[in-house]
């Protein structure tokens, strides 16, 4: 079993930084793949980006050249910096973690972004 604890979230004016964490608590096997999704109110939730354990990463459209995923295998955590914060990044974001076909999510951390 895994559990995910995030954490930094907060509010920011726009064009600012923040940076998520995700401690993951159990063991982290190699094959799993981590990443961060969101969701604003009344919208679905979407991926915001994907990191393997070998620090192949994946983002979305919307996110790619202002957020970063990292990973530290020793730490059993992932990161997400977030740079160039725009208010349409306001949401609920939630730690995600894949192993086989089971999905394991955090409890989620508000980011809210003042224009």
């Known amino acids: 079993q895994v559990q995910l604890v995030e954490s930094g979230g907060g509010l920011v004016q726009a064009g600012g930084s923040l940076r998520l964490s995700c401690a993951a608590s159990?063991?982290?096997?190699?094959?799993?793949?981590m990443g961060w999704y969101r969701q604003a109110p009344g919208k679905q939730r979407d991926l915001v980006a994907t990191i393997t354990s070998d620090a192949s990463a994946d983002y979305a459209d919307s996110v790619k050249g202002r957020f970063t995923i990292a990973r530290d295998g020793a730490k059993n955590t992932v990161y997400l910096q977030m740079n160039s914060l725009k208010p349409e990044d306001t949401a609920v974001y939630y730690c995600h973690l894949l192993r086989g076909w089971t999905d394991y999510w955090g409890q989620g951390t508000q980011v809210a972004v003042s224009s």
């Open positions: 159990g063991s982290i096997f190699r094959f799993d793949v």
